[in-house]
């Protein structure tokens, strides 16, 4: 692989018109299909098969009521009481919008809501119709707040994206010393972004995508696009160097750094793409988004980027080395890397013992992990959709907000009787308020209940009513328990489920993956294991900031509770292509160095020697990347932004750079062991560049590629 990604670095850079042209070509194409045909996302949860979903359609079969229509609840509050007089013209004026039932009021009369049906799905409602609805409900000037998800809009901020680019941008001006070097990584990563994106909103006119579809995909597509960018601009000065011309730096740049990057997003894309083992439509859609997303990356690193550096020139070294590349790779004093390894090396058991400990201490809140879907509950203090939930509550009671809708199937006629059993049988379970009376449908052979929990809609007492209500059966009929509620219960506890069989998956074909790439058994096993230190820490931190509330306000964060059902999925997902980015990119150049000749340590020091810089300033850029989007309002988005920045930092610094190389010291030549029946099988895939050096070497030609330019061409 190495020698055909060799042939595609000096095509890249000898052609680089062209493949600028190509690339500017794709890029336009993308934005004239996202303009076509793009739609509006969607933030509904659901999942085929479950309890909960097979009831709602059989709602929308028997009754004609599709949960599918757009629909909000106004509410209002008033300590002087309120009256049908009071609301008459708000409620006028919403029935010109929609269909709008008549106003329900507390028993004090201080709250009242009206609910409002439209008779399309949310995607349908546009922001005008959003903002009329909200001007209708406050005709007359009394107070009112808005819930419901056609009253949410979706904030189109980039803040997140212009910090990670900022702190970005400051990490690779420190590491090259080059305006040049530190903008070409994030150029291309951002023309990476705007391909996936714009592929993306072409997708929503065929799929349904959740909202924060795109919002997952820049941020991973931004943090690969800029390290995997990184590891080949570093690479490409390497060889400019040790004197080689433009084009055959670029070559071997793309041979060596670029066969890491090809694995090493592959390694990315199984664990994105292995989330539709889960089963789950809308994390399918997630995955295989942020996924593409990754591809492109990996795609813009091997032909784009080598393009760029044709037209960066000798532009592409600082100032005061472009007379004499060389000076690049002089050090006058040991390089941090090689003297951290030296430490590390010297004390290794102290260095991994120590390692250890943090991480453990760090992972500890871990064991309170809860787990729920996002509600109004968890909705910023200050937002209508918070303020309508409390005021519901306070006015109704706490399970006012997470109704249970109970269907009941039965013969021809025999629905009235079964409902009435179900009644009472219902009424007389643990946290319930009220059951309401059925409504059968018009042939009588299906009808419905409503139960109102006297707990919150996440509380662990409401998910305890669903199983006790699921746990009773009916004489000669069914009975199934549905909404919005029973729905998040019967999500969370599919992805709960669905985790061993996908953690199982994901390690499995990286495992395999990484025996490709390094050609042993225990390394591969090391990293695996460091990965799952390093999700450990990860899920501790989130669970004390977020579900507890340690150091919130240092991040913003308004409100706590149960974190979000697909969190661990996701992050355990995301974390493993991430972790395994500097395993590879770090190990590989190790293991290269071993292969080459040299003592077990002594590769480990030349491997850190190499690497560290990069891997730190690559770790840095993810970090940053990441921790901007604490700054988000989706809850799903800030607390996987902050978990994605922790975990990255305790992978990069603690285990790839500490645990890391005190294990390979520990294991010496042990570490590189391949049992030699499974040396014969498994394919040689060449990611040093050993064969590639090899071929080039026999072949003892003068580097035929043009001389590096001194300017753009």
Do not use: C
Request: charged fraction near 15%.
């Amino acid at each position: 692989m190495a020698t055909l990604l060799y042939r595609l670095g000096r095509f890249s850079f000898r052609r680089r018109k062209l493949t600028l042209a190509g690339w500017v070509l794709l890029l336009i194409a993308f934005g004239v299909g996202a303009a076509t045909l793009s739609a509006p996302t969607t933030s509904a949860f659901s999942i085929p098969g479950t309890e909960s979903f097979r009831a709602m359609e059989v709602i929308a079969e028997k009754f004609g009521a599709s949960s599918d229509n757009a629909s909000a609840k106004v509410v209002y509050t008033s300590s002087a009481g309120l009256t049908d007089a009071e609301l008459e013209p708000a409620v006028t004026a919403l029935k010109k919008l929609a269909t709008v039932a008549d106003p329900v009021y507390s028993s004090n009369k201080q709250t009242a809501y009206v609910t409002v049906t439209y008779d399309v799905p949310v995607t349908d409602v546009s922001i005008a119709e959003r903002e009329e609805l909200i001007a209708a409900g406050r005709t007359g000037g009394v107070a009112a707040e808005f819930s419901g998800e056609v009253t949410e809009t979706v904030e189109e901020s980039h803040a997140s994206e212009a910090l990670g680019i900022i702190v970005a941008a400051f990490v690779l001006l420190i590491t090259f010393g080059s305006l040049v070097a530190a903008g070409l990584p994030l150029v291309t990563a951002i023309v990476g972004v705007g391909v996936g994106m714009l592929g993306i909103e072409i997708a929503t006119g065929f799929f349904d995508l959740s909202s924060s579809t795109s919002a997952l995909a820049t941020m991973l597509g931004l943090a690969v696009g800029i390290d995997y960018a990184l590891f080949v601009v570093s690479r490409y000065r390497h060889e400019i160097a040790t004197g080689r011309a433009g084009e055959e730096a670029a070559g071997r740049a793309v041979g060596t750094a670029g066969s890491a990057v090809v694995f090493a997003g592959l390694t990315v894309i199984i664990a994105l793409v292995a989330l539709s083992v889960t089963g789950v439509p809308f994390l399918t859609a997630m995955g295989v988004a942020a996924a593409f997303t990754v591809g492109v990356a990996v795609l813009i690193t091997l032909s784009l980027v080598p393009a760029v550096l044709g037209f960066a020139g000798m532009r592409i070294l600082p100032r005061k080395h472009r007379a004499d590349p060389a000076a690049v790779e002089h050090h006058a004093k040991v390089p941090f890397g090689e003297m951290w390894a030296r430490n590390v090396l010297r004390h290794r058991w102290i260095a991994l013992v120590l390692s250890l400990v943090m991480i453990g201490a760090v992972a500890l809140p871990a064991m309170d992990l809860r787990l729920a879907l996002p509600d109004d509950s968890t909705a910023a203090e200050d937002s209508t959709q918070r303020k309508a939930y409390d005021q519901l509550a306070a006015g109704f009671g706490a399970g006012f907000n997470g109704p249970l809708i109970v269907v009941i199937e039965a013969g021809a006629g025999a629905a009235q009787a079964a409902a009435i059993q179900a009644q009472q049988l219902i009424g007389d379970l643990d946290d319930v308020v009220t059951v309401s009376d059925p409504v059968a449908n018009g042939s009588g052979d299906t009808a419905m209940l409503t139960v109102i929990p006297d707990s919150g809609a996440t509380s662990e007492a409401t998910k305890d009513l669903v199983h006790d209500i699921r746990a009773h059966s009916l004489v000669g009929a069914t009975m199934a328990v549905t909404g919005a509620t029973a729905v998040n219960i019967d999500v969370s506890e599919k992805l709960t489920n669905a985790l061993i069989p996908y953690l199982a998956i994901v390690v499995g074909l990286a495992f395999v993956l990484l025996m490709l790439v390094f050609r042993s058994i225990l390394v591969p096993l090391k990293a695996t294991i460091g990965f799952l230190l390093s999700v450990a820490a990860a899920f501790g931190a989130l669970v004390a900031v977020f579900q507890k509330g340690h150091l919130a306000g240092l991040i913003g964060l308004e409100t706590t509770g149960p974190l979000v059902s697909i969190m661990p999925i996701f992050l355990i997902g995301i974390l493993f292509g991430l972790a395994m980015d500097y395993e590879v990119f770090l190990v590989t150049r190790t293991r290269e160095e071993y292969v080459h000749g040299a003592a077990p340590d002594d590769s480990v020091i030349s491997g850190m020697r190499h690497g560290a810089r990069v891997v730190t300033a690559a770790a840095l850029i993810m970090m940053s990347v990441f921790a901007g989007f604490i700054l988000a309002a989706d809850t799903i988005i800030k607390s996987l932004g902050f978990a994605l920045a922790f975990g990255v930092a305790v992978d990069a610094f603690l285990v790839r750079m500490t645990i890391v190389p005190a294990v390979l010291s520990l294991f010496g030549r042990a570490a590189w062991w391949l049992p030699g029946w499974l040396d014969r099988v498994l394919p040689n895939v060449d990611v040093e560049g050993e064969e590639l050096t090899r071929r080039l070497r026999e072949e003892s030609r003068p580097d035929s590629g043009s001389e590096i330019p001194a300017a753009a061409a």
